[in-house]
T-cell receptor, first 114, second 113 residues
Framework: GESVGLHLPTLSVQEGDNSIINCAYS??????FIWYKQESGKGPQFIID?????DKRQGQRVTVLLNKTVKHLSLQIAATQPGDSAVYFC???FGQGSQGNLIFGKGTKLSVKP | NAGVTQTPKFQVLKTGQSMTLQCAQD?????MSWYRQDPGMGLRLIHY???????DQGEVPNGYNVSRSTTEDFPLRLLSAAPSQTSVYFC????????????FGSGTQLSVL
């Protein structure tokens, strides 16, 4: 079946720098994408989502970019802080209505150096 | 609101034992689901439900049963535990019919010896 993958399994950045976490998806029918943050020992926490009719969506210090031409999704974190250290998952939904379910990628671990 | 509550947080079973992982949400969400998380595998969907009385299989349903008698509760049953079911289990709910914008519980860490 279709799967969501990540370019980099680990990412280390300096505090204050911007972080970019990438995700590739293979199902061109996917119409919804979402990013989660998971801290050690906790459940995934919603960060931001985007639908396929958009290219960009901004939240507080985070931006998600969607490039449907190359089936690529990215999460940008501005002014990265130590509290941003976590594993980040992207997920896609290519079902319709009640048939849709989120399919998750394997995750990228972000480490922020003080 | 408590959100999504999972119990227990930790459990150790012997091969062949059965048990039920509990999940309850107080957000009146119709959609609920169970995922398992293994190292390097991300989150994989076990079963899901779009409303009371309706359940369906996800990507890895074998060895698990679910039921949805109420909107609030969505228990996951392991029929005969196997070491391959050692994992962290997450329950999630969503305010929309499809599995978008899931709200996750804090997880149950299960070890099968």
């Amino acid at each position: 079946g279709e799967s969501v993958g990540l370019h980099l399994p680990t990412l280390s950045v300096q505090e204050g720098d911007n972080s970019i976490i990438n995700c590739a998806y293979s199902n061109s029918a996917s119409d919804y994408f979402i990013w989660y943050k998971q801290e050690s020992g906790k459940g995934p926490q919603f960060i931001i989502d985007i639908r396929s009719n958009m290219d960009k969506r901004q939240g507080q210090r985070v931006t998600v970019l969607l490039n449907k031409t190359v089936k690529h999704l990215s999460l940008q974190i501005a002014a990265t802080q130590p509290g941003d250290s976590a594993v980040y998952f992207c997920a896609e939904n290519f079902g319709q209505g009640s048939q849709g379910n989120l399919i998750f990628g394997k995750g990228t671990k972000l480490s922020v150096k003080p | 609101n408590a959100g999504v509550t999972q119990t227990p947080k930790f459990q150790v079973l012997k091969t062949g034992q059965s048990m039920t992982l509990q999940c309850a949400q107080d957000m009146n969400h119709e959609y609920m689901s169970w995922y398992r998380q293994d190292p390097g595998m991300g989150l994989r969907l076990i079963h899901y439900s779009v409303g009371a009385g309706i359940t369906d299989q996800g990507e890895v349903p074998n060895g698990y049963n679910v039921s949805r008698s109420t909107t609030e509760d969505f228990p996951l049953r392991l029929l005969s535990a196997a070491p391959s079911q050692t994992s962290v289990y997450f329950c999630a709910s969503s305010p929309v019919p499809a599995g978008e914008k899931l709200f996750f519980g804090s997880g149950t860490q299960l070890s099968v010896l």
